[in-house]
């Protein structure tokens, strides 16, 4: 129903998922992916459109806690745990280059 | 009381003898930290223990443990004992040991989640699970093995190497609570804690001959539960027997504020109708997961289950659920789709393993490509590929009508019965390696427990007998699942009680023969 997967649809799912996968990896992966797929394509075979998709078992709704103030983490605490940890804040690569 | 008496009791009995003072918490923790450091496999030195790397673990040893917090274990026994000769009313399980699965954080404590991504974590906050264990003043032991994100079925896909089954040290334990089973199975601790998105508790309790149960959903917080797949995540207790697993659900159901899919009804005593038997009661057996494929040996077991209860006054009934069937294929799209979401949040920037390149996304990739193993890396491809455009219809949204389906199924079913059952697996506990090639070959072990989990009702496993593999080694043990309603957790306790009471199955992986088992330690004569 969806068509057999190919190497470029896996090398663009792992795109979207930010995994750096290899040449390698993408052709092992590829047969295992579409073996999955065509088991889990069942699915199609039942359900049908006027069926409500079920996304959570108890359906409860708009949970939120009262809006009063509570502690929440230290940032040193969490900060302790970050690869990159710079003047109280994440560090990471360079995301917006210079004018050139 | 000898040490060996002592890692042989369960809780309850543990419960009764340090409140009558015949043994302290202290030795009660050191009995289980010395039969951890005799046959985990673990460098018993220090306040905190690790595991020693898998290729220097011996054929002998469990691999239960990832890390053993002796130091803090031992001082939280020095303090219940102090409060106890103080006159101090402590809870019903106080001083009783337990192992926690590494899905669930501990302050202080490393929380690998079995992966190279999270080695090294260290939690800045306790799980509300953890946090409810303190205040009931039950003893940590450690963090135990499991499946890298509790993603798998036999604890193999641990990047920390396998646990080992404590009936046969060949085979795996189950997964992804894998490390847990074993650990109570082993004698190592009296109690643990698993948890279960597809069967990752009832799965390993019927491979290692123990108690599991998967609560309702939302009866047990997730705070501090390192999430897979939310809306099917559910942590949950094991135990040699019933009684004691449900007085450790006792202690870890609640409502917590800190969990927006928490059930905010009030939870059902579980002890109040542990003893009531199944007379009268109807049970329904359902078609489609007893014939999914069963080995000859444990459908024997599973159809000997059914006349005792039977015998024992239940009315036994057929009963099909119609899309049971589908409920496999449902949840490999379903829980890989949320876990591809879910762990997006391990991206290299805010904790977890990171890889430098020189953009943010090339950081991104190539930490998430170093920190996550295969099956992991698999689950998020496909749960990606089923979220993405052009596939969410027929992938994601198709599964989740078919958990609509088999929701409305079982409400049919317990119309007309109180409870359902079916085997835990369709077989024995397999051989290490046996199934780490083929993934969907793997898959297949949670058919019978994934369509409970879809539709978020309790079910439990409680072991029905032993059985030969189809190689003819063994015996092994074999699980019978039982399910009930939404929030009637209390029915499978009490079905559960009615079979242990009749079988007297005993719990001690070397009292039944095989070559390759860990016995349990047992009472000696005159103690416990």
């Known amino acids: 129903m969806t068509g057999a997967l190919r190497e470029d649809d896996v090398r663009h799912v792992a795109a979207l998922a930010r995994l750096d996968l290899d040449d390698a990896e993408i052709a092992a992966l590829t047969p295992q992916l579409a073996a999955i797929l065509s088991y889990a394509e069942q699915v199609g075979e039942v ?11 108890l359906g409860l709704v708009d949970v939120l806690r009262d809006d009063v103030r509570a502690p929440g983490l230290r940032a040193d605490d969490v900060l302790a745990a970050a690869p990159d940890p710079q003047q109280g804040r994440f560090g990471v690569p360079r995301i917006v280059e210079e004018d050139a | 009381m000898s040490d060996a008496a002592l890692t042989g009791m369960g809780a309850a009995a543990l419960a009764d003898a340090l409140r009558a003072r015949e043994v302290s918490t202290r030795e009660v923790v050191d009995a289980h930290l010395d039969r951890i450091a005799r046959h985990d496999g673990v460098d018993a030195d220090g306040d905190v223990w690790h595991a020693r790397p898998s290729e220097e673990l011996g054929r002998d040893e469990v691999h239960a443990f990832l890390v053993v917090t002796a130091g803090s274990a031992r001082a939280h026994a020095d303090d219940i004992d102090r409060r106890r000769v103080a006159g101090e009313d402590l809870a019903p399980l106080a001083g009783v040991p337990l192992a926690l699965k590494d899905v669930l954080t501990m302050r202080g404590v490393p929380t690998t989640c079995g992966s190279r991504m999270l080695e090294g974590w260290v939690p800045p906050y306790d799980a509300t699970v953890t946090r409810w264990l303190r205040e009931a003043d039950v003893v940590v032991l450690g963090k135990t093995n499991m499946d890298e994100f509790a993603m798998g079925s036999s604890t193999e896909n641990s990047a920390f190497g396998p646990t080992r089954n404590p009936w046969d040290l060949d085979r795996v334990p189950g997964g992804s609570s894998g490390g847990s089973a074993a650990a109570v199975a082993a004698g190592m601790a009296p109690l643990a804690i698993g948890t279960d998105t597809g069967g990752s508790i009832r799965q390993p309790a019927a491979f290692t001959g123990i108690v599991g149960a998967k609560p309702t959903y939302g009866a047990v917080s997730r705070h501090g539960l390192v999430a897979f797949a939310s809306s099917l995540d559910q942590a949950g207790p094991f135990a040699r027997d019933v009684t004691d697993t449900a007085l450790l659900q006792m202690v870890l159901q609640g409502h917590d504020p800190h969990d927006a899919t928490s059930d905010p009804m009030p939870r059902a005593d579980l002890l109040a109708t542990l003893r009531d038997g199944v007379a009268g009661l109807r049970i329904g057996v359902v078609e489609e997961l007893e014939s999914a494929g069963c080995e ?40 890989p789709a949320e876990a591809s979401s879910n762990l997006a949040r391990f991206d290299g920037v805010r904790y977890g393993l ?5 953009s943010a996304e090339a950081m991104n990739a190539a930490s998430r490509a170093a920190g996550f193993g ?63 090639d083929d993934p969907l070959a793997m898959y297949r072990s949670d058919v019978a427990t994934v369509p409970a989990s879809l539709a978020g009702i309790p079910a439990l496993s409680v072991p029905a ?24 957790d209390a029915r499978n306790y009490r079905v559960a009680f009615a079979l242990e009471q009749a079988l007297r199955l005993d719990p001690d992986p070397g009292a039944h023969g095989g070559p390759r088992a860990l016995p349990l330690a047992r009472p000696q004569g005159g103690a416990g």
């Open chain 1, 47 to 57: 359900a049908a459109d006027d069926v409500e998709p079920m996304t959570h078992p």
């Open chain 2, 296 to 335: 000859p040996g444990v459908r024997t077991v599973f159809l000997d289950a059914i006349a005792t209860l039977e015998r024992l006054g239940a009315t036994i009934e057929r009963v099909s659920l119609p899309h049971a069937p589908y409920g496999l294929p449902a949840y490999y799209l379903v829980a």
């Open chain 2, 354 to 358: 990171r890889v430098d390149a020189p």
């Open chain 2, 374 to 436: 295969p099956e992991v890396r698999r689950r998020i491809m496909i749960g990606t590929h089923a979220l993405s455009s052009g596939y969410v219809d027929a992938y994601y949204l198709q599964a989740a009508r078919v958990r609509t389906l088999i929701a409305r199924d079982y409400a049919s079913a317990f119309a007309h019965v109180d409870v359902l059952v079916s085997p835990t697996t369709p077989t024995v506990p397999f051989r290490l390696g046996e199934r780490t």
């Open chain 2, 465 to 488: 007998g032993t059985a030969e593999a189809e190689d003819g080694s063994g015996p092994l043990p074999v699980g019978l699942q039982i399910m009930a309603p939404l929030r009637e």
